[in-house]
């Protein structure tokens, strides 16, 4: 497993590289922005990661309950790695809920968090999902890659100036430790109000 969570870290750090580079950034902007106090690649990273193991039992009934209630994911990146026999994972689009591609042998679903949500001013934006309860069960093994309690997240300026409408920053900047306890109570409810709650920098 520790081979694993380091494996998925430098996936996660490569992501993010891609990010910065779609946005107009420089490279390792988003990750030093998760690392606060990194200055250069190569220090000593003070983000936190973190792999959940997921199993959700079988239920004779699933129209009944659901596996997990919709929501957003708090921070960075989410890697995904999932049951590769059966599905349940679905997120809202135009209003609908669909199920992500039904999974395949050996692959990772990359899935943004609130905090890039931010980062990019919108550019990339977050996903509502939900896991649906079956009659077989599933599986999943989800690893974060998440700021610093103590770094300041807020829309980067590049991003900002590319966003439509122009220069507009449609994010606060604040403290993620301070998202974090707005996030806690908020987390299956409306996302405007956690922006709106969280304490501006």
Request: some cysteine; aromatic content about 10%; charged content about 25%.
């Amino acid at each position: 497993m520790l081979e694993y969570r380091g494996e998925v870290r430098k996936l996660a750090s490569k992501m993010m590289e891609v990010m910065d580079e779609n946005l107009g950034l420089p490279k390792g902007y988003i990750k030093k922005a998760f690392n606060e106090g990194m200055e250069e690649d190569g220090e000593e990273e003070t983000a936190f990661s973190g792999t959940k193991v997921s199993h959700y039992p079988p239920c004779p009934r699933p129209e009944l309950v659901n596996g997990l209630r919709a929501h957003t994911d708090a921070g960075g990146v989410v890697l995904l790695f999932q049951d590769d026999e059966y599905d349940g994972i679905q997120v809202l689009k135009d209003g609908e809920w669909i199920d992500v591609q039904p999974p395949m042998t050996n692959a990772i679903v990359i899935n943004t968090g609130d905090q890039i949500e931010v980062l990019s001013n919108g550019r990339f934006g977050f996903f509502w999902h939900r896991v649906l309860a079956s009659e077989e069960g599933n599986r999943s093994i989800a690893s974060f890659y998440n700021p610093s309690y103590k770094a300041a997240i807020g829309p980067a300026a590049v991003a900002a100036a590319e966003t439509e409408g122009g220069s507009e920053k449609k994010y606060p900047k604040f403290v993620f430790g301070d998202y974090m306890d707005v996030y806690a109570d908020k987390k299956f409810m409306p996302k405007e109000p956690r922006f709106l709650a969280v304490k501006s920098l």
